[in-house]
Protein backbone atom coordinates (compact mmCIF):
# COMPACT_ATOMS: atom_id res chain seq x y z
CA UNK A 1 0.00 0.00 0.00
CA UNK A 2 1.35 3.37 -0.98
CA UNK A 3 0.30 7.38 -0.45
CA UNK A 4 -1.83 7.14 -2.67
CA UNK A 5 -3.91 4.28 -1.90
CA UNK A 6 -3.41 5.86 2.29
CA UNK A 7 -5.03 8.97 0.74
CA UNK A 8 -7.86 7.26 -1.00
CA UNK A 9 -8.69 5.19 2.29
CA UNK A 10 -8.57 8.24 4.49
CA UNK A 11 -10.72 10.10 1.83
CA UNK A 12 -13.31 7.72 1.47
CA UNK A 13 -13.53 5.76 5.24
CA UNK A 14 -15.97 8.53 7.06
CA UNK A 15 -16.76 11.25 3.49
CA UNK A 16 -17.83 9.25 0.90
CA UNK A 17 -19.23 11.54 -2.00
CA UNK A 18 -23.26 11.21 -2.28
CA UNK A 19 -23.41 11.82 -6.37
CA UNK A 20 -23.40 10.27 -8.99
CA UNK A 21 -20.15 9.60 -9.96
CA UNK A 22 -18.58 9.62 -6.19
CA UNK A 23 -15.20 8.30 -7.57
CA UNK A 24 -15.19 11.35 -9.66
CA UNK A 25 -15.39 13.60 -6.60
CA UNK A 26 -12.62 11.42 -5.09
CA UNK A 27 -10.15 11.52 -8.21
CA UNK A 28 -10.86 15.65 -8.06
CA UNK A 29 -9.75 16.14 -4.79
CA UNK A 30 -7.29 13.87 -4.27
CA UNK A 31 -5.67 15.26 -7.78
CA UNK A 32 -6.08 11.37 -9.42
CA UNK A 33 -7.82 10.50 -12.34
CA UNK A 34 -11.17 8.42 -11.99
CA UNK A 35 -10.01 5.53 -13.52
CA UNK A 36 -6.77 5.39 -11.09
CA UNK A 37 -8.95 5.36 -8.01
CA UNK A 38 -11.20 3.12 -9.34
CA UNK A 39 -8.14 0.86 -9.94
CA UNK A 40 -6.79 1.40 -6.69
CA UNK A 41 -10.09 0.51 -4.53
CA UNK A 42 -10.41 -2.34 -6.85
CA UNK A 43 -7.12 -3.81 -5.58
CA UNK A 44 -7.67 -2.95 -2.35
CA UNK A 45 -10.89 -4.67 -2.06
CA UNK A 46 -9.10 -7.62 -3.98
CA UNK A 47 -6.32 -7.99 -1.08
CA UNK A 48 -9.10 -7.72 1.57
CA UNK A 49 -8.05 -4.27 2.46
CA UNK A 50 -11.59 -3.08 1.40
CA UNK A 51 -14.22 -5.26 2.85
CA UNK A 52 -17.03 -3.42 1.93
CA UNK A 53 -18.16 0.42 0.73
CA UNK A 54 -21.30 0.97 2.00
CA UNK A 55 -23.62 3.69 4.33
CA UNK A 56 -24.02 3.46 8.12
CA UNK A 57 -27.08 4.06 9.92
CA UNK A 58 -27.95 4.20 13.64
CA UNK A 59 -29.71 0.26 13.83
CA UNK A 60 -31.67 1.22 16.49
CA UNK A 61 -33.52 4.26 14.14
CA UNK A 62 -34.23 1.32 11.59
CA UNK A 63 -35.84 -1.39 14.30
CA UNK A 64 -32.42 -3.21 14.08
CA UNK A 65 -29.99 -4.62 17.24
CA UNK A 66 -26.93 -4.00 17.53
CA UNK A 67 -24.20 -5.98 19.77
CA UNK A 68 -20.27 -6.38 20.60
CA UNK A 69 -18.93 -9.25 20.83
CA UNK A 70 -15.68 -10.96 22.16
CA UNK A 71 -14.72 -14.42 21.61
CA UNK A 72 -11.39 -16.25 23.26
CA UNK A 73 -9.41 -17.49 19.65
CA UNK A 74 -7.15 -19.92 19.63
CA UNK A 75 -4.10 -18.05 18.25
CA UNK A 76 -4.18 -20.26 15.09
CA UNK A 77 -7.66 -19.97 14.31
CA UNK A 78 -7.56 -15.57 14.51
CA UNK A 79 -7.30 -15.76 10.53
CA UNK A 80 -9.84 -18.40 10.14
CA UNK A 81 -12.28 -17.55 12.87
CA UNK A 82 -11.88 -13.35 11.43
CA UNK A 83 -12.84 -15.22 7.74
CA UNK A 84 -15.79 -16.90 9.22
CA UNK A 85 -16.80 -14.01 11.54
CA UNK A 86 -16.89 -11.63 8.09
CA UNK A 87 -18.93 -13.52 6.20
CA UNK A 88 -21.95 -12.57 7.98
CA UNK A 89 -23.38 -8.85 6.21
CA UNK A 90 -24.30 -7.91 10.28
CA UNK A 91 -21.21 -7.38 10.88
CA UNK A 92 -19.99 -3.96 10.28
CA UNK A 93 -16.38 -5.05 11.66
CA UNK A 94 -13.94 -6.85 13.45
CA UNK A 95 -10.62 -6.88 15.44
CA UNK A 96 -7.94 -8.52 17.75
CA UNK A 97 -7.03 -7.38 20.81
CA UNK A 98 -4.07 -8.27 23.78
CA UNK A 99 -6.37 -10.23 25.88
CA UNK A 100 -7.87 -13.51 26.85
CA UNK A 101 -10.90 -12.77 25.01
CA UNK A 102 -8.49 -12.03 21.81
CA UNK A 103 -11.62 -11.33 18.71
CA UNK A 104 -14.21 -8.58 18.82
CA UNK A 105 -16.41 -7.88 16.24
CA UNK A 106 -20.09 -5.83 15.89
CA UNK A 107 -22.37 -7.22 14.57
CA UNK A 108 -26.40 -5.80 13.73
CA UNK A 109 -29.49 -8.16 12.69
CA UNK A 110 -33.09 -7.36 12.79
CA UNK A 111 -33.28 -9.41 16.33
CA UNK A 112 -31.46 -10.93 18.78
CA UNK A 113 -32.67 -14.10 18.02
CA UNK A 114 -31.05 -13.64 14.77
CA UNK A 115 -27.71 -12.51 16.18
CA UNK A 116 -27.56 -15.45 19.10
CA UNK A 117 -28.53 -18.29 16.44
CA UNK A 118 -25.71 -16.39 13.93
CA UNK A 119 -22.99 -16.59 17.12
CA UNK A 120 -24.28 -20.35 17.74
CA UNK A 121 -23.39 -21.34 13.70
CA UNK A 122 -20.14 -19.32 13.89
CA UNK A 123 -18.92 -21.40 17.03
CA UNK A 124 -20.16 -24.73 15.12
CA UNK A 125 -18.07 -23.35 12.02
CA UNK A 126 -15.21 -22.27 13.38
CA UNK A 127 -14.68 -24.54 16.59
CA UNK A 128 -14.74 -21.60 19.39
CA UNK A 129 -17.10 -21.89 21.84
CA UNK A 130 -16.39 -18.76 24.05
CA UNK A 131 -18.07 -15.91 22.42
CA UNK A 132 -19.80 -13.43 24.73
CA UNK A 133 -22.48 -11.03 23.33
CA UNK A 134 -22.63 -7.67 24.56
CA UNK A 135 -25.43 -6.02 23.61
CA UNK A 136 -25.30 -2.34 23.40
CA UNK A 137 -27.93 -0.06 25.24
CA UNK A 138 -26.30 3.60 24.78
CA UNK A 139 -24.42 4.82 21.73
CA UNK A 140 -20.62 6.29 23.15
CA UNK A 141 -18.54 6.33 19.92
CA UNK A 142 -20.45 7.17 16.68
CA UNK A 143 -17.47 7.69 14.14
CA UNK A 144 -14.43 5.66 13.67
CA UNK A 145 -11.88 7.51 11.57
CA UNK A 146 -8.36 5.55 11.04
CA UNK A 147 -5.97 8.17 9.75
CA UNK A 148 -3.80 6.24 7.63
Same mark, same amino acid.
Given at each position: ????????????Q??F??????????????? #???? @????R???????? $????? !??N???EK?G????????????????????????????????????N???? #???? @???????E??L?? $?S??? !???????????K????????DL
Amino acid at each position: MDDKDRAILNRIQSDFPITSRPFLAIANDLG #FSEN @AVLERVAKLKKRG $IIRRI !GGNFVPEKLGFISTLCAAKVPNHKIDSFAKAVNRYPGVTHNYERDNNYNVW #FTFI @APSMDEIENNLKQ $ISIDT !GVKDIINLPSTKVFKIKAHFDL
